[in-house]
Protein backbone atom coordinates (compact mmCIF):
# COMPACT_ATOMS: atom_id res chain seq x y z
CA UNK A 1 0.00 0.00 0.00
CA UNK A 2 1.77 3.59 -0.79
CA UNK A 3 1.64 6.15 1.50
CA UNK A 4 -1.69 8.05 1.37
CA UNK A 5 -0.55 9.94 4.92
CA UNK A 6 0.76 13.07 2.95
CA UNK A 7 -2.64 13.71 1.38
CA UNK A 8 -5.33 15.47 3.50
CA UNK A 9 -8.73 13.82 3.96
CA UNK A 10 -10.66 16.51 1.53
CA UNK A 11 -8.48 14.85 -1.34
CA UNK A 12 -8.60 10.96 -0.70
CA UNK A 13 -12.12 11.12 0.72
CA UNK A 14 -15.25 11.44 -0.83
CA UNK A 15 -17.78 14.08 0.12
CA UNK A 16 -21.76 13.17 0.42
CA UNK A 17 -23.92 16.18 0.20
CA UNK A 18 -26.86 15.87 2.64
CA UNK A 19 -30.36 17.47 1.83
CA UNK A 20 -31.66 18.47 5.22
CA UNK A 21 -35.52 18.82 5.10
CA UNK A 22 -35.13 15.47 2.88
CA UNK A 23 -32.76 13.41 4.37
CA UNK A 24 -34.57 12.17 7.99
CA UNK A 25 -37.16 13.38 9.63
CA UNK A 26 -37.08 12.57 13.55
CA UNK A 27 -40.11 14.36 14.80
CA UNK A 28 -42.74 13.56 12.53
CA UNK A 29 -43.56 17.16 10.68
CA UNK A 30 -42.73 15.85 7.49
CA UNK A 31 -39.55 17.50 7.49
CA UNK A 32 -36.23 16.72 7.86
CA UNK A 33 -34.12 17.71 10.78
CA UNK A 34 -30.66 17.04 13.44
CA UNK A 35 -31.61 14.92 14.92
CA UNK A 36 -32.71 13.24 11.72
CA UNK A 37 -29.39 13.10 10.50
CA UNK A 38 -27.74 11.45 13.60
CA UNK A 39 -30.13 8.60 13.24
CA UNK A 40 -28.51 7.90 10.45
CA UNK A 41 -25.01 9.01 10.42
CA UNK A 42 -24.03 5.06 11.12
CA UNK A 43 -25.60 4.48 6.94
CA UNK A 44 -22.98 7.48 6.00
CA UNK A 45 -20.45 5.73 8.25
CA UNK A 46 -20.52 2.01 8.01
CA UNK A 47 -22.70 0.98 5.15
CA UNK A 48 -21.68 3.66 2.57
CA UNK A 49 -18.36 4.68 4.21
CA UNK A 50 -18.62 8.45 3.49
CA UNK A 51 -15.13 10.69 4.23
CA UNK A 52 -17.32 13.59 4.97
CA UNK A 53 -20.31 15.33 4.62
CA UNK A 54 -21.65 18.54 3.25
CA UNK A 55 -24.78 19.80 4.68
CA UNK A 56 -26.91 22.01 3.33
CA UNK A 57 -28.14 25.28 5.16
CA UNK A 58 -29.63 24.75 8.27
CA UNK A 59 -29.81 27.91 9.63
CA UNK A 60 -32.86 30.15 10.57
CA UNK A 61 -34.32 31.21 7.54
CA UNK A 62 -38.01 32.63 6.51
CA UNK A 63 -37.30 29.17 3.98
CA UNK A 64 -38.30 31.26 0.34
CA UNK A 65 -35.32 29.66 -0.92
CA UNK A 66 -35.26 26.91 1.62
CA UNK A 67 -32.54 27.95 3.77
CA UNK A 68 -30.66 29.28 1.35
CA UNK A 69 -31.88 32.93 2.50
CA UNK A 70 -30.43 32.91 5.84
CA UNK A 71 -31.62 35.22 8.54
CA UNK A 72 -28.97 34.51 11.49
CA UNK A 73 -25.54 33.25 10.40
CA UNK A 74 -24.78 31.92 13.77
CA UNK A 75 -27.63 30.11 14.26
CA UNK A 76 -29.74 26.90 13.97
CA UNK A 77 -33.43 26.90 12.72
CA UNK A 78 -35.81 25.38 15.50
CA UNK A 79 -37.42 23.18 12.29
CA UNK A 80 -33.78 21.44 11.86
CA UNK A 81 -33.42 21.38 16.28
CA UNK A 82 -31.43 23.15 18.41
CA UNK A 83 -27.57 24.05 18.55
CA UNK A 84 -27.50 21.31 21.29
CA UNK A 85 -28.44 19.33 18.65
CA UNK A 86 -25.84 20.32 16.60
CA UNK A 87 -23.05 20.18 18.36
CA UNK A 88 -24.29 16.74 18.87
CA UNK A 89 -24.17 15.81 15.21
CA UNK A 90 -20.72 17.44 14.85
CA UNK A 91 -19.95 15.87 18.04
CA UNK A 92 -20.97 11.86 16.47
CA UNK A 93 -19.91 12.87 12.90
CA UNK A 94 -16.29 12.94 14.25
CA UNK A 95 -16.53 10.28 16.60
CA UNK A 96 -17.22 8.31 13.71
CA UNK A 97 -13.94 9.73 11.80
CA UNK A 98 -16.27 11.96 9.73
CA UNK A 99 -15.70 15.46 8.60
CA UNK A 100 -18.40 18.01 8.78
CA UNK A 101 -18.65 20.96 6.45
CA UNK A 102 -21.68 23.63 6.09
CA UNK A 103 -22.89 25.69 3.52
CA UNK A 104 -22.23 28.91 4.09
CA UNK A 105 -24.58 32.00 1.93
CA UNK A 106 -22.51 35.12 1.72
CA UNK A 107 -23.75 36.19 -1.49
CA UNK A 108 -27.23 37.54 0.12
CA UNK A 109 -29.00 37.42 3.39
CA UNK A 110 -32.86 36.85 4.01
CA UNK A 111 -35.11 39.79 4.23
CA UNK A 112 -35.61 39.40 7.20
CA UNK A 113 -32.39 39.14 8.61
CA UNK A 114 -31.46 42.32 11.05
CA UNK A 115 -28.51 43.53 8.99
CA UNK A 116 -31.17 44.18 6.33
CA UNK A 117 -34.21 45.37 8.46
CA UNK A 118 -31.48 47.91 9.62
CA UNK A 119 -30.31 48.48 6.19
CA UNK A 120 -33.99 49.30 4.70
CA UNK A 121 -35.65 51.00 7.99
CA UNK A 122 -33.51 55.05 6.77
CA UNK A 123 -31.65 55.97 3.93
CA UNK A 124 -29.12 56.97 6.55
CA UNK A 125 -28.70 53.92 8.87
CA UNK A 126 -25.24 52.46 9.38
CA UNK A 127 -26.00 49.75 7.57
CA UNK A 128 -27.86 51.22 4.45
CA UNK A 129 -24.95 50.63 2.39
CA UNK A 130 -24.35 46.85 3.07
CA UNK A 131 -26.72 46.41 0.54
CA UNK A 132 -27.64 47.76 -2.56
CA UNK A 133 -29.61 50.36 -2.62
CA UNK A 134 -30.02 53.02 -5.72
CA UNK A 135 -32.40 55.56 -6.90
CA UNK A 136 -34.69 54.31 -9.86
CA UNK A 137 -33.69 55.73 -13.58
CA UNK A 138 -35.53 57.93 -15.01
CA UNK A 139 -37.44 56.88 -17.82
CA UNK A 140 -36.56 56.88 -20.99
CA UNK A 141 -32.79 56.77 -20.01
CA UNK A 142 -30.59 54.41 -21.94
CA UNK A 143 -33.59 54.29 -24.11
CA UNK A 144 -35.71 51.90 -22.43
CA UNK A 145 -39.23 52.62 -20.22
CA UNK A 146 -41.26 54.08 -23.41
CA UNK A 147 -44.22 54.12 -21.36
CA UNK A 148 -42.77 57.01 -18.90
CA UNK A 149 -42.50 55.24 -15.86
CA UNK A 150 -39.16 55.43 -13.40
CA UNK A 151 -37.15 52.25 -13.79
CA UNK A 152 -34.96 49.60 -12.22
CA UNK A 153 -31.26 51.11 -12.13
CA UNK A 154 -30.26 48.36 -14.21
CA UNK A 155 -31.07 45.88 -16.56
CA UNK A 156 -30.11 42.92 -14.55
CA UNK A 157 -31.63 40.28 -14.44
CA UNK A 158 -32.70 37.75 -11.18
CA UNK A 159 -31.72 34.32 -11.29
CA UNK A 160 -35.39 33.35 -10.17
CA UNK A 161 -37.25 35.49 -12.27
CA UNK A 162 -38.11 39.01 -13.52
CA UNK A 163 -35.54 41.92 -12.78
CA UNK A 164 -33.23 41.86 -10.04
CA UNK A 165 -34.47 45.27 -8.43
CA UNK A 166 -37.34 45.21 -6.00
CA UNK A 167 -38.75 48.66 -5.01
CA UNK A 168 -38.97 49.28 -1.40
CA UNK A 169 -41.45 52.40 -0.98
CA UNK A 170 -40.63 53.22 2.96
CA UNK A 171 -37.27 54.87 1.39
CA UNK A 172 -38.33 55.04 -2.08
CA UNK A 173 -35.05 53.14 -3.51
CA UNK A 174 -34.55 50.02 -5.32
CA UNK A 175 -32.55 46.87 -3.56
CA UNK A 176 -30.39 44.49 -5.68
CA UNK A 177 -31.51 40.46 -5.17
CA UNK A 178 -29.68 38.71 -7.53
CA UNK A 179 -32.27 35.47 -6.88
CA UNK A 180 -35.27 35.83 -4.93
CA UNK A 181 -36.62 39.42 -4.04
CA UNK A 182 -36.83 38.45 -0.30
CA UNK A 183 -32.63 37.61 -0.70
CA UNK A 184 -31.00 40.85 -0.60
CA UNK A 185 -27.62 40.88 -2.05
CA UNK A 186 -24.75 42.21 0.55
CA UNK A 187 -22.10 44.63 -1.18
CA UNK A 188 -18.74 43.00 -0.42
CA UNK A 189 -17.12 46.02 -1.48
CA UNK A 190 -17.84 47.43 1.76
CA UNK A 191 -15.03 46.32 4.53
CA UNK A 192 -17.54 45.88 7.14
CA UNK A 193 -19.51 43.11 4.98
CA UNK A 194 -16.33 41.40 4.81
CA UNK A 195 -15.70 41.47 8.05
CA UNK A 196 -19.18 40.00 9.08
CA UNK A 197 -18.80 37.17 7.22
CA UNK A 198 -15.57 35.87 8.25
CA UNK A 199 -16.58 36.45 11.85
CA UNK A 200 -19.74 34.24 11.13
CA UNK A 201 -17.35 31.33 9.44
CA UNK A 202 -14.77 32.11 12.48
CA UNK A 203 -17.92 30.87 14.71
CA UNK A 204 -18.42 27.72 13.08
CA UNK A 205 -15.09 26.97 12.67
CA UNK A 206 -14.37 27.52 16.19
CA UNK A 207 -17.04 24.90 16.91
CA UNK A 208 -15.05 22.38 15.27
CA UNK A 209 -16.45 22.48 11.46
CA UNK A 210 -14.56 21.31 9.28
CA UNK A 211 -14.91 23.74 6.13
CA UNK A 212 -17.48 25.55 4.34
CA UNK A 213 -19.29 24.94 0.71
CA UNK A 214 -19.32 28.90 -0.40
CA UNK A 215 -22.48 29.21 -2.00
CA UNK A 216 -22.61 31.71 -5.39
CA UNK A 217 -18.94 32.28 -4.52
CA UNK A 218 -18.77 33.47 -7.74
CA UNK A 219 -21.17 36.55 -7.12
CA UNK A 220 -19.90 38.20 -3.97
CA UNK A 221 -18.49 41.35 -6.55
CA UNK A 222 -20.57 43.10 -8.36
CA UNK A 223 -19.40 45.87 -10.82
CA UNK A 224 -19.03 49.06 -9.57
CA UNK A 225 -20.33 51.51 -11.46
CA UNK A 226 -23.53 48.43 -11.82
CA UNK A 227 -23.92 48.92 -15.27
CA UNK A 228 -26.02 47.35 -18.07
CA UNK A 229 -25.11 43.75 -18.92
CA UNK A 230 -25.37 43.24 -22.61
CA UNK A 231 -27.71 40.47 -24.51
CA UNK A 232 -26.33 37.16 -24.85
CA UNK A 233 -26.71 36.16 -28.23
CA UNK A 234 -26.09 32.74 -28.26
CA UNK A 235 -29.52 33.04 -25.82
CA UNK A 236 -31.94 30.49 -27.18
CA UNK A 237 -35.25 32.34 -25.99
CA UNK A 238 -36.08 30.24 -23.22
CA UNK A 239 -35.01 30.89 -19.91
CA UNK A 240 -34.94 34.63 -19.65
CA UNK A 241 -31.87 35.05 -17.00
CA UNK A 242 -29.59 33.64 -19.87
CA UNK A 243 -30.86 36.30 -22.16
CA UNK A 244 -27.97 38.25 -20.79
CA UNK A 245 -24.00 37.69 -19.95
CA UNK A 246 -23.31 37.71 -16.69
CA UNK A 247 -20.48 40.37 -16.85
CA UNK A 248 -20.70 42.77 -14.81
CA UNK A 249 -22.69 40.54 -11.75
CA UNK A 250 -20.66 37.81 -11.18
CA UNK A 251 -16.70 36.63 -11.92
CA UNK A 252 -15.22 39.33 -11.57
CA UNK A 253 -11.79 40.21 -11.10
CA UNK A 254 -11.91 41.75 -6.90
CA UNK A 255 -14.19 38.50 -5.92
CA UNK A 256 -10.62 36.52 -5.75
CA UNK A 257 -9.55 39.57 -2.98
CA UNK A 258 -12.76 38.04 -0.71
CA UNK A 259 -12.03 34.64 -1.40
CA UNK A 260 -8.49 34.88 -0.39
CA UNK A 261 -9.55 36.30 2.64
CA UNK A 262 -11.94 33.25 3.54
CA UNK A 263 -9.07 31.06 2.32
CA UNK A 264 -6.61 32.77 5.49
CA UNK A 265 -9.13 32.49 7.86
CA UNK A 266 -10.11 28.73 7.55
CA UNK A 267 -6.27 28.07 6.93
CA UNK A 268 -5.42 29.78 10.29
CA UNK A 269 -7.35 26.06 11.67
CA UNK A 270 -5.75 23.22 11.16
CA UNK A 271 -6.82 20.76 8.16
CA UNK A 272 -10.20 22.78 7.47
CA UNK A 273 -11.55 23.33 3.53
CA UNK A 274 -13.17 25.51 1.23
CA UNK A 275 -15.03 24.57 -1.54
CA UNK A 276 -16.96 27.44 -3.69
CA UNK A 277 -19.97 26.72 -6.13
CA UNK A 278 -19.04 27.84 -8.92
CA UNK A 279 -21.66 28.11 -11.85
CA UNK A 280 -21.46 27.68 -15.36
CA UNK A 281 -17.94 29.12 -15.72
CA UNK A 282 -15.35 27.56 -18.75
CA UNK A 283 -12.31 25.34 -17.41
CA UNK A 284 -10.03 28.29 -17.84
CA UNK A 285 -12.54 30.65 -15.77
CA UNK A 286 -13.09 27.73 -13.32
CA UNK A 287 -9.16 26.91 -12.34
CA UNK A 288 -8.40 30.68 -11.46
CA UNK A 289 -10.51 29.54 -8.16
CA UNK A 290 -7.50 27.99 -7.05
CA UNK A 291 -6.08 31.10 -6.28
CA UNK A 292 -2.93 32.26 -8.24
CA UNK A 293 -0.93 31.03 -5.70
CA UNK A 294 -3.10 28.14 -4.72
CA UNK A 295 -4.89 30.50 -2.60
CA UNK A 296 -8.15 30.31 -2.61
CA UNK A 297 -10.66 27.68 -2.96
CA UNK A 298 -9.09 24.23 -2.20
CA UNK A 299 -12.03 22.44 -4.53
CA UNK A 300 -13.84 24.71 -6.66
CA UNK A 301 -16.69 22.55 -7.41
CA UNK A 302 -16.09 21.38 -10.99
CA UNK A 303 -19.82 20.94 -12.27
CA UNK A 304 -18.54 20.19 -15.76
CA UNK A 305 -20.36 16.52 -15.55
CA UNK A 306 -23.45 17.85 -15.13
CA UNK A 307 -24.43 20.33 -18.02
CA UNK A 308 -23.51 18.13 -20.37
CA UNK A 309 -25.82 15.65 -22.54
CA UNK A 310 -24.56 11.96 -20.99
CA UNK A 311 -22.96 11.12 -24.21
CA UNK A 312 -19.38 9.53 -24.52
CA UNK A 313 -18.37 12.51 -26.60
CA UNK A 314 -19.48 15.03 -23.93
CA UNK A 315 -18.29 13.49 -20.96
CA UNK A 316 -14.88 12.43 -22.21
CA UNK A 317 -14.50 15.96 -23.63
CA UNK A 318 -15.20 17.20 -20.34
CA UNK A 319 -12.82 15.69 -18.68
CA UNK A 320 -9.76 16.06 -20.65
CA UNK A 321 -10.44 19.70 -21.15
CA UNK A 322 -10.52 19.83 -17.07
CA UNK A 323 -7.67 17.97 -16.83
CA UNK A 324 -5.62 20.21 -19.02
CA UNK A 325 -6.88 23.43 -17.77
CA UNK A 326 -5.46 22.56 -14.08
CA UNK A 327 -3.06 24.02 -12.91
CA UNK A 328 0.16 22.46 -11.10
CA UNK A 329 -1.16 21.41 -7.71
CA UNK A 330 -4.02 22.23 -8.07
CA UNK A 331 -6.31 18.94 -6.59
CA UNK A 332 -9.24 18.01 -9.24
CA UNK A 333 -12.64 17.23 -7.96
CA UNK A 334 -16.07 16.00 -9.54
CA UNK A 335 -19.85 16.54 -9.26
CA UNK A 336 -22.61 14.83 -10.94
CA UNK A 337 -25.70 15.69 -9.21
CA UNK A 338 -26.78 18.11 -6.15
CA UNK A 339 -30.00 19.89 -5.17
CA UNK A 340 -30.35 21.87 -7.89
CA UNK A 341 -29.83 19.56 -10.98
CA UNK A 342 -31.59 17.12 -12.34
CA UNK A 343 -30.59 13.52 -10.45
CA UNK A 344 -27.67 11.84 -12.59
CA UNK A 345 -29.94 8.31 -13.04
CA UNK A 346 -32.45 10.88 -15.20
CA UNK A 347 -30.12 12.76 -16.53
CA UNK A 348 -28.04 9.42 -17.79
CA UNK A 349 -31.17 7.01 -17.74
CA UNK A 350 -31.43 4.42 -15.30
CA UNK A 351 -29.69 2.20 -17.72
CA UNK A 352 -26.13 4.30 -17.45
CA UNK A 353 -26.42 5.23 -13.54
CA UNK A 354 -24.25 2.63 -12.60
CA UNK A 355 -21.79 3.58 -15.08
CA UNK A 356 -22.08 6.78 -14.24
CA UNK A 357 -21.17 6.16 -10.66
CA UNK A 358 -17.84 4.62 -11.70
CA UNK A 359 -16.77 6.96 -14.02
CA UNK A 360 -17.38 9.47 -10.26
CA UNK A 361 -15.39 7.66 -8.30
CA UNK A 362 -12.52 6.55 -10.54
CA UNK A 363 -11.35 9.68 -11.99
CA UNK A 364 -8.32 11.53 -10.69
CA UNK A 365 -9.78 13.96 -7.81
CA UNK A 366 -12.70 14.62 -5.01
CA UNK A 367 -16.02 13.42 -5.32
CA UNK A 368 -19.39 14.65 -4.32
CA UNK A 369 -22.22 12.24 -4.25
CA UNK A 370 -25.35 13.53 -3.71
CA UNK A 371 -28.25 11.89 -1.15
CA UNK A 372 -30.27 9.44 -2.41
CA UNK A 373 -28.05 8.75 -6.23
CA UNK A 374 -26.40 5.53 -4.00
CA UNK A 375 -29.97 4.10 -4.67
CA UNK A 376 -30.45 5.12 -8.56
CA UNK A 377 -33.17 7.61 -6.83
CA UNK A 378 -34.76 9.69 -10.03
CA UNK A 379 -36.34 13.11 -10.42
CA UNK A 380 -39.86 12.98 -9.12
CA UNK A 381 -42.41 14.32 -11.04
CA UNK A 382 -44.63 16.83 -8.59
CA UNK A 383 -48.12 17.94 -9.23
CA UNK A 384 -48.79 21.82 -9.97
CA UNK A 385 -50.67 22.43 -6.99
CA UNK A 386 -47.62 21.07 -4.76
CA UNK A 387 -44.38 22.77 -6.52
CA UNK A 388 -42.75 25.15 -3.85
CA UNK A 389 -39.50 25.91 -5.67
CA UNK A 390 -39.01 30.01 -6.46
CA UNK A 391 -37.85 29.52 -9.72
CA UNK A 392 -40.77 27.01 -10.72
CA UNK A 393 -43.43 28.86 -8.82
CA UNK A 394 -42.23 32.34 -10.19
CA UNK A 395 -42.47 31.11 -13.60
CA UNK A 396 -44.75 28.49 -14.11
CA UNK A 397 -44.46 28.06 -17.40
CA UNK A 398 -40.48 27.41 -16.99
CA UNK A 399 -41.27 25.18 -13.83
CA UNK A 400 -40.43 21.70 -15.48
CA UNK A 401 -37.57 23.40 -16.58
CA UNK A 402 -36.22 25.27 -13.59
CA UNK A 403 -38.18 23.49 -10.88
CA UNK A 404 -35.53 21.72 -8.67
CA UNK A 405 -38.36 20.03 -6.08
CA UNK A 406 -37.81 16.76 -8.38
CA UNK A 407 -34.69 15.98 -6.64
CA UNK A 408 -35.22 16.86 -3.59
CA UNK A 409 -37.66 14.32 -2.60
CA UNK A 410 -37.79 12.60 0.66
CA UNK A 411 -34.96 9.70 1.04
CA UNK A 412 -36.25 6.11 0.61
CA UNK A 413 -35.34 4.17 3.84
CA UNK A 414 -37.72 1.50 3.71
CA UNK A 415 -40.78 0.21 2.17
CA UNK A 416 -43.15 1.54 4.80
CA UNK A 417 -45.56 4.27 4.95
CA UNK A 418 -43.57 7.46 4.19
CA UNK A 419 -40.48 5.65 3.35
CA UNK A 420 -39.25 5.54 6.67
CA UNK A 421 -38.46 9.08 5.25
CA UNK A 422 -41.37 10.46 8.41
CA UNK A 423 -43.57 9.04 10.95
CA UNK A 424 -46.55 6.94 9.08
CA UNK A 425 -49.08 9.73 9.88
CA UNK A 426 -47.00 12.42 8.91
CA UNK A 427 -47.18 14.77 5.37
CA UNK A 428 -43.83 14.81 4.04
CA UNK A 429 -42.91 18.16 2.64
CA UNK A 430 -42.79 17.00 -0.86
CA UNK A 431 -44.18 13.92 -2.30
CA UNK A 432 -42.39 10.63 -2.07
CA UNK A 433 -41.54 8.82 -5.53
CA UNK A 434 -44.03 6.07 -6.44
CA UNK A 435 -41.54 3.48 -6.86
CA UNK A 436 -40.23 3.85 -3.07
CA UNK A 437 -41.04 0.16 -1.57
CA UNK A 438 -38.89 -1.04 -4.77
CA UNK A 439 -36.43 1.90 -4.11
CA UNK A 440 -35.30 1.73 -1.10
CA UNK A 441 -31.89 1.27 1.39
CA UNK A 442 -33.92 -1.82 3.03
CA UNK A 443 -34.86 -3.16 0.31
CA UNK A 444 -31.60 -2.99 -1.36
CA UNK A 445 -29.48 -4.17 1.18
CA UNK A 446 -30.91 -7.34 0.68
CA UNK A 447 -30.75 -7.53 -2.80
CA UNK A 448 -27.23 -8.56 -3.60
CA UNK A 449 -27.01 -6.85 -7.02
CA UNK A 450 -28.88 -3.95 -6.34
CA UNK A 451 -27.13 -0.28 -7.08
CA UNK A 452 -26.66 0.20 -3.35
CA UNK A 453 -24.54 -2.90 -3.22
CA UNK A 454 -22.67 -1.90 -5.99
CA UNK A 455 -22.07 1.50 -4.51
CA UNK A 456 -20.95 0.26 -1.25
CA UNK A 457 -17.92 -2.13 -3.18
CA UNK A 458 -16.90 0.94 -5.39
CA UNK A 459 -16.55 2.92 -2.28
CA UNK A 460 -14.25 0.45 -0.85
CA UNK A 461 -12.29 -0.04 -3.76
CA UNK A 462 -11.52 3.36 -3.77
CA UNK A 463 -10.81 3.55 -0.43
CA UNK A 464 -8.43 0.68 -0.61
CA UNK A 465 -6.46 1.89 -3.64
CA UNK A 466 -4.36 3.98 -4.22
CA UNK A 467 -4.28 4.31 -7.68
CA UNK A 468 -7.96 5.64 -7.42
CA UNK A 469 -7.67 7.95 -4.50
CA UNK A 470 -4.39 9.66 -5.53
CA UNK A 471 -2.91 7.88 -8.73
CA UNK A 472 -2.58 9.21 -11.86
CA UNK A 473 -4.80 9.45 -14.76
CA UNK A 474 -4.05 8.77 -18.21
CA UNK A 475 -7.13 7.58 -21.24
CA UNK A 476 -6.62 4.83 -23.90
CA UNK A 477 -6.77 5.02 -27.56
CA UNK A 478 -8.77 1.64 -28.09
CA UNK A 479 -7.79 -0.72 -31.17
CA UNK A 480 -11.26 -0.62 -32.07
CA UNK A 481 -13.28 2.84 -34.15
CA UNK A 482 -16.51 0.88 -32.95
CA UNK A 483 -15.34 1.40 -29.54
CA UNK A 484 -13.65 4.10 -29.43
CA UNK A 485 -16.57 6.12 -30.33
CA UNK A 486 -18.53 4.31 -27.88
CA UNK A 487 -16.45 3.57 -25.13
CA UNK A 488 -14.41 5.30 -22.53
CA UNK A 489 -11.27 3.60 -21.07
CA UNK A 490 -8.54 5.56 -18.71
CA UNK A 491 -5.74 4.07 -16.11
CA UNK A 492 -5.04 5.10 -13.00
CA UNK A 493 -1.56 4.47 -11.94
CA UNK A 494 -0.16 4.50 -8.40
CA UNK A 495 3.33 2.82 -7.65
CA UNK A 496 2.93 -0.74 -8.50
CA UNK A 497 -0.45 -0.69 -8.65
CA UNK A 498 -2.20 0.29 -12.07
CA UNK A 499 -6.34 -0.11 -12.42
CA UNK A 500 -7.98 0.47 -15.75
CA UNK A 501 -11.20 1.75 -15.87
CA UNK A 502 -13.62 0.65 -18.90
CA UNK A 503 -17.20 2.31 -19.58
CA UNK A 504 -19.11 1.60 -22.57
CA UNK A 505 -21.83 4.55 -23.02
CA UNK A 506 -23.58 2.59 -25.53
CA UNK A 507 -26.27 -0.24 -26.04
CA UNK A 508 -24.65 -2.51 -27.78
CA UNK A 509 -21.75 -5.35 -26.65
CA UNK A 510 -18.17 -3.08 -27.52
CA UNK A 511 -15.14 -5.45 -27.80
CA UNK A 512 -12.44 -3.17 -27.13
CA UNK A 513 -9.32 -3.82 -29.12
CA UNK A 514 -7.09 -3.11 -25.73
CA UNK A 515 -3.61 -3.08 -27.09
CA UNK A 516 -2.46 -4.79 -23.75
CA UNK A 517 -0.43 -7.50 -22.97
CA UNK A 518 -1.80 -10.62 -20.69
CA UNK A 519 -4.63 -11.01 -18.39
CA UNK A 520 -5.96 -8.56 -16.32
CA UNK A 521 -8.53 -9.25 -13.34
CA UNK A 522 -11.93 -7.49 -12.54
CA UNK A 523 -12.23 -5.99 -9.32
CA UNK A 524 -15.90 -4.77 -10.08
CA UNK A 525 -18.51 -4.65 -12.84
CA UNK A 526 -21.20 -2.46 -12.97
CA UNK A 527 -24.17 -5.36 -12.85
CA UNK A 528 -21.90 -7.35 -10.22
CA UNK A 529 -22.04 -9.83 -12.77
CA UNK A 530 -18.76 -10.39 -13.88
CA UNK A 531 -15.73 -11.27 -11.53
CA UNK A 532 -12.01 -12.83 -11.92
CA UNK A 533 -9.57 -13.26 -15.01
CA UNK A 534 -9.85 -11.59 -18.12
CA UNK A 535 -7.56 -11.73 -21.50
CA UNK A 536 -7.11 -8.09 -21.98
CA UNK A 537 -6.59 -8.14 -25.65
CA UNK A 538 -10.12 -10.25 -26.07
CA UNK A 539 -11.95 -7.87 -23.74
CA UNK A 540 -15.37 -6.80 -24.61
CA UNK A 541 -17.56 -5.05 -22.05
CA UNK A 542 -21.58 -5.72 -22.69
CA UNK A 543 -24.09 -2.65 -22.95
CA UNK A 544 -23.94 -0.21 -20.80
CA UNK A 545 -21.31 -1.35 -18.63
CA UNK A 546 -18.46 -0.50 -16.97
CA UNK A 547 -16.20 -2.78 -15.44
CA UNK A 548 -12.87 -2.03 -13.09
CA UNK A 549 -10.00 -4.10 -13.91
CA UNK A 550 -6.99 -4.44 -11.98
CA UNK A 551 -3.59 -4.47 -14.51
C1 LIG B 1 -27.03 28.14 -4.98
C2 LIG B 1 -27.78 27.05 -4.27
C3 LIG B 1 -29.22 27.13 -4.67
C4 LIG B 1 -29.77 28.47 -4.24
C5 LIG B 1 -28.94 29.61 -4.80
C6 LIG B 1 -29.22 30.88 -4.09
O1 LIG B 1 -26.99 27.94 -6.35
O2 LIG B 1 -27.20 25.81 -4.52
O3 LIG B 1 -29.98 26.09 -4.13
O4 LIG B 1 -31.09 28.62 -4.67
O5 LIG B 1 -27.55 29.39 -4.65
O6 LIG B 1 -28.68 30.85 -2.80
CA1 LIG C 1 -38.71 17.29 11.42
Not at 347 to 358: I, K, L, P, Y
Not at 472 to 492: D, I, K, M, T, W
Request: a negative charge.
Amino acid sequence: MSDNSKYLWWQTGVVYQIYPRSFMDANGDGIGDLPGVIQRLDYLKEILGVDAIWISPIYPSPMKDFGYDVSDYCGIHPMFGSMANFDRLLEETHKRGMKLLLDLVPNHTSDEHPWFLESRSSRNNPKRDWYFWRDPLPSPANGRGAGGEDLPPNNWLSCFGGPAWEWDERTGQYYLHTFAKEQPDLDFRNPEVVEAMLDSMRFWLDKGVDGFRVDVITGMIKDALLRDEPANPAWDGVEPFASLQHIHSSNLPEVHEIIRRMRALVDSYPQRVLIGEIFALPNAELVKYYGANLDECHLPFNFGLIWIPWTLEAVRGKIEDYEAALPPGAWPNWVLGNHDQPRIATRAGRDRARAAAMLLLTLRGTPTWYNGDELGMENVTIPPELVQDPPAVNQPELAELLGRDPERTPMQWDDSPNAGFTSAGARPWLPLAADYKQVNVARQLEDPRSFLNFFRQLMALRKSSPALTVGSYRSLELGSPEAQANCFVYERQAEDQRLLVALNFSGREQALGLSLPGNGTILLSTGLDREGEIDLSKFSLAPNQGCLILL
